[in-house]
């Protein structure tokens, strides 16, 4: 989803251990800390073993750590990103910065629902993307799943890393 392709240009294939990057240094803790979970169910990975023992300081690149990541800490990534840059992903998939956290955050809240067998219909969602106003008109509410399904229908639409858009 983010765009980490950007970052390791700009930053260092290692700028996600640099608190500056991002907004809120203890989220960014909090961030470290679900990265080590994550490689850590993950060491056995060929790809991991790899760079941990095969590169200097064993840190992971980011473009090698994002295929360990969750959904959920991709989407605290993003979340954590100065908006400068949350504006650059974002614009990949022609929304606005805004836009797409709000989405990110309501598709992973609503994965994890339906992911632990919770029922979506006809549930009102405590985690609601921000609608574009032509859907609110058409009366398409964001506490219920045809608006997230309708977040993710344009993230996939102008997503421009699968050569759409």
Known sequence: MPDFKFFAVNYGVLNYLDPDKFINPEY????????????????????????QENYEGGQLPIYALVEVFSFGTLSKSYKNMKNADKNIVAKSFAVGYTYLES????????RNIYAHYRRLYNVKLSKTPILYKEYSKAGIRNNRILGVLLCLRHLLMNDRHCGKG
């Open 103 to 110: 989405w990110v955050g309501s598709i992973v809240s609503d």
């Open 28 to 51: 960014h803790k909090s961030f470290l800390n679900d990265i080590e979970a994550e490689i850590h169910r993950n060491s056995k990975a060929p790809f991991a073993r790899n760079f």
